[in-house]
């Protein structure tokens, strides 16, 4: 085994019959650099089952004297199984040992994936370093990706879309219309509001967004909803393509005046393209727009809402606990763990999660691990590595979580959605008297439903 360093800080561990002393040297060389990296190797842990007694005592010395080294500058171990899995139990003793390491073990199916996750486990980490959207990645031809810092005066940010002939959303002077933005992108967009509202569709990519004091995870074919005047802001890793519908005050008052997650059916989605302001409104006619906009009003009130959204305290203690555990969601330490390190107690975490998100410390957890799944499952990656990157002792345990929060598997959840069938405990009706899916007789049986639609006063 050798190391191939030619795309740093994407470093490959390759299979060429080296003796392990020489792989250490040229670890302890890789360290010396003294520069965040992220190791690639398809020598699957199951083949440590061939080192010799000496070989494994050799290898603990080393990985003792550098640990603090390993800690600081390797962001995560991603090996790539091929096409014969790790077994659950090489997967649980990696888990252990990478908290012991202090970096991320990791599994992808192929190398391709493996540099791909690699890349983003490295701009995550520049992000959470800087604490701003100046994190960028570059292509350096012959060399694969590279991590660094944007130059300060050209700050790289998400171009809030451009409407010609105006100069914000709000000036353009129709009542509905639609818009896609699309961008490659690393950061944070600034805290904004319009006084329109607005419907964000990410046709591809994932969309992490702040508002109304919470943190909303959108995956692929789904869509937040933002009413007037809500301050936002969206955080993205990679490539993100976003159809962005706007909608006057006065035509969203009759919707829901909060935030949320909703499923894009394949006719929203298409209304909503109908609408598109580069299509004259002169061409389209009035008559014809004012028809689209009352069909389209009427799909979205009748719209589910999921139950993605994370409620974020405001209790210092509470702030350091929910982004230890949002860094690090594998931990899964009890509320007296988190006490000690964070200084309350039991009772005092219990009662402050209860009353700063309206929810339990083991339900947060769970509805953390919800949006960081459904990410994870619109990226296209195996409920097995969701299951083991989230801390679950078995891929069983985790199906179980997700199947009682959102009433589906995670395989067959964004199928089951998009054909009505998901029925999870987590969503309830809003509406008088009806629910998605349902006969009126069955509404009252069926409290797990949110209806885009705005609250009775």
Excluded at 172 to 187: D, K, N, Q
């Amino acid at each position: 085994m050798f190391l191939d360093d030619t795309r740093f800080p994407l470093v490959f561990a390759r299979e060429e019959g080296q003796s392990p002393a020489s792989i250490l040297v040229e670890l302890e060389a890789l360290l010396n650099r003294q520069a965040p990296f992220v190791l690639i190797t398809d020598h699957s842990p199951d083949d440590h089952d061939t080192e010799t007694a000496e070989e494994r005592r050799e290898k603990a010395l080393f990985f003792k004297r550098t640990r603090d080294r390993f800690r600081k500058y390797c962001r995560a171990m991603i090996v790539i199984e091929g096409k014969k899995p790790t077994s659950a139990a090489v997967r649980l003793a990696a888990a252990t040992a990478s908290k012991a390491l202090g970096f991320s073990v990791l599994f992808e199916t192929d190398e391709r994936r493996a540099a791909a996750r690699g890349v983003l486990v490295l701009l995550e980490f520049a992000c959470r370093i800087i604490g701003s959207s100046r994190a960028s990645m570059t292509c350096r031809k012959g060399l694969g990706y590279a991590v660094g810092l944007a130059d300060p005066d050209q700050e790289k940010r998400v171009n809030f879309p451009q409407i010609q002939g105006f100069g914000q959303v709000d000036d353009v002077p129709r009542p509905v219309f639609s818009l896609i933005t699309e961008t490659t992108f690393v950061g944070e967009t600034q805290p904004h509001h319009h006084d329109k509202a607005q419907l964000m569709c990410v046709i591809g990519g994932v969309l992490t967004m702040q508002a109304a004091g919470g943190l909303w995870t959108v995956p692929p074919h789904c869509a937040m909803w933002i009413p007037s005047g809500v301050s936002h802001a969206g955080r993205v890793a990679g490539h993100i393509k976003i159809l962005n519908l706007y909608i006057d005050a006065d035509l969203a008052a009759a919707l829901d005046p909060d935030c949320g997650i909703l499923f894009v059916q394949p006719f929203l989605r298409e209304l909503i393209l109908r609408l598109d302001c580069a299509t004259p409104a002169a061409a389209m006619g009035r008559e014809r727009e004012a028809r689209l906009i009352a069909v389209l009003l009427d799909e979205l009130a009748t719209a589910t809402l999921e139950p993605i959204h994370l409620p974020m305290p405001t209790d210092r203690r509470l702030q350091r606990l929910t982004r230890a555990m949002i860094e690090h969601p594998d931990q899964r330490f009890t509320i007296d763990e988190w006490g000690a390190r964070v200084g309350a107690s039991n009772r005092t975490l219990s009662r402050l999660f209860q009353q700063e998100t309206g929810m339990s410390f083991l339900r947060w957890r769970q509805q953390l691990h919800i949006g960081l799944a459904l990410r994870r499952l619109g990226e296209g990656q195996s409920v097995t590595n969701i299951a083991c990157d989230l801390g679950y002792d078995s891929v069983s345990a985790f199906i179980s979580m997700f199947k009682r929060m959102l009433g589906t598997t995670p395989a067959r959840y964004f199928e089951d959605v998009a054909t009505g069938l998901a029925e999870g405990n987590a969503r309830r009706t809003l509406a008088r008297g009806a629910a998605v899916g349902h006969d009126a007789a069955e509404a009252g049986a069926a409290p797990n439903i949110i209806l885009l639609k705005k609250r009775p006063v």
